[in-house]
């Protein structure tokens, strides 16, 4: 830990300091501060310059500061050194002033611009289900890898090794609305056990796929909520405005007791009868979505989404695809759009940054080019967007050729992924059909190798030069 030290303190001292942070999170490579006051936070340069910080992302009141696979022990550290609680709000309002007056008057300035509501949106799913994602990838991966030793190797499934380790798939993904409940509640600021039991009620054996239920005499619809992402996000999202009003009015003397019971009593029937239906409804609809275009569109859909990809992940809005990905996996059992977009992406902006490290003379540079280059070959881009390819702009235009090159081809061979895990060298066993077939996993490796070939030959074709000029990433 003390050696993010350093990096911390620097950063809390730009943005103002511990009484200036209204809350703190973090994703797969950025820590994400929500910030009270934009007067007192230093220069973006100033953030940017501090070392061991890739680049910032601005959005209203979120600093998004980009650092990289590290980003969990720095945000340890952050929250360690701040003196707050990870992953939740920090504001300490007034306690005589009253919470709605707080939330009304945040109510009216989102208001003031359509781009706002975008936004809170995008952050809203974003922080959401970026949490859950070393869950998913861990039983995703261990998942592919028993589908690979049954098909290849002759491993028993029944025995004790194979139903042990395929624990961890069940875990990961059937109780997969308990994790979503959990995070969702620490991003609205409410109790996260009682995020964490919505979802537990909608996969207990009571409830999930169970037909003739009702409530009262109204019917509820059955729904199998195993692997579900948006009822659990959207019963938690209704939760909160049960929860906080309780929470505010009541008695501090039976609050403990009544706050948790009232909030369960009015929110798991609403969410069986109402929410979790509209919401698996919608899923199926954008699982629909996908496939049509992947499906009618063929390799063009595949192409336009590769293209877009290193832009999505450069803007930090690539967590609203993510209900559309697993509402995909869960009704069709592959996602042969985004993912294998996210491979052509993946690999080309990676081999755009080795290129850039082959064209630079200066130590620093190459170093910084490289490494970045092969973190991104493993799955994890944004280190090589914001410290190489917005730096050297041409790199950047042509990973996003390059990208679109092999996913025009992906599309055309219609490469899907079997479990979910972010494209990558090392995780390309996810497009391992469980049939046995090797088809569609001899394709994806081609599409790496197409990928990663044209950014860096793009790149390399492309001048280069040793000086750059950042590019301002605000909003």
């Not at 709000?89 to 707080?102: A, C, G, L, R, V």
């Not at 949490?131 to 039983?139: D, E, F, K, R, T």
């Not at 309780?246 to 008695?251: G, M, R, S």
């Not at 009232?262 to 509209?278: D, E, F, K, Q, S």
Request: charged share 15%.
């Amino acid at each position: 830990m003390g050696m993010y030290e350093e990096l911390c303190k620097n950063i809390l001292k730009v943005i103002g300091g511990r009484d200036n942070i209204e809350s703190a999170s973090h994703c797969a490579t950025r820590l994400r501060l929500t910030l009270k006051d934009l007067s007192i936070v230093g220069d973006d340069n100033d953030i940017k310059c501090i070392k061991g910080v890739l680049g910032l992302v601005k959005i209203n009141k979120s600093y998004q500061i980009i650092i990289g696979p590290g980003v969990e022990s720095v945000f340890l550290e952050f929250v360690n050194i701040a003196g707050i609680q990870n992953n939740t709000s920090t504001n300490q309002t007034d306690k005589n002033k009253p919470i709605e007056k707080d939330n009304k008057k945040e109510e009216i300035e989102s208001s003031t611009a359509k781009k706002h509501y975008i936004t809170a949106i995008v952050d809203f799913i974003s922080g959401s289900f970026m949490p859950v994602l070393p869950i998913i990838v861990a039983g995703g991966l261990i998942s592919a890898i028993l589908v690979c030793c049954t098909t290849f190797f002759g491993a028993d499934p029944n025995s004790g090794t194979y139903l042990v380790l395929n624990s961890i798939y069940v875990g990961a993904f059937t109780y997969l609305p308990i994790y979503v409940g959990y995070n969702t509640a620490k991003k609205l600021n409410i109790s996260p056990m009682l995020g964490s039991l919505l979802g537990a009620v909608l996969v207990s054996n009571s409830i999930s796929g169970v037909e003739g239920l009702d409530f009262f005499g109204i019917g509820i619809t059955t729904v199998n909520y195993a692997q579900s992402v948006l009822p659990a996000m959207l019963g938690v999202l209704f939760m909160s405005f049960v929860y906080r009003p309780l929470d505010a009015h009541l008695p501090t003397e039976i609050k403990f007791v009544m706050v948790p019971v009232i909030t369960m009593i009015i929110t798991v029937p609403i969410t069986l009868i109402a929410i979790g239906p509209i919401a698996t409804w919608i899923g199926n609809i954008l699982a629909t979505a996908t496939l049509w275009l992947n499906t009618n569109l063929g390799g063009l859909s595949v192409a336009i989404i590769s293209a877009l990809l290193p832009l999505i992940l450069f803007s930090g809005t690539g967590g609203c695809w993510y209900p559309a990905i697993f509402a995909s996996f869960a009704a069709n059992g592959f996602e042969g759009f985004v993912m294998t977009g996210l491979l052509s992406a993946n690999l080309a902006i990676g081999g755009a940054a080795c290129a850039v490290s082959l064209k630079l003379k200066n130590k620093e540079n190459k170093s910084l080019a490289l490494s970045t280059g092969i973190t991104a070959i493993f799955g994890i881009t944004e280190p090589a967007i914001y410290g190489v390819l917005i730096r050297w702009k041409k790199a950047f235009i042509a990973s996003i050729i390059a990208s679109s090159i092999a996913g025009l081809f992906a599309g055309m061979m219609n490469v899907v992924e079997y479990v979910f895990s972010s494209p990558s060298i090392i995780s390309i066993i996810a497009f391992a059909n469980p049939d046995g077939s090797l088809n569609n996993l001899i394709m994806a490796i081609i599409t790496m190798v197409i990928a990663f070939v044209a950014g860096l030959i793009i790149t390399l074709l492309m001048n280069v030069k040793e000086e750059s000029t950042i590019i301002e990433t605000d909003e």
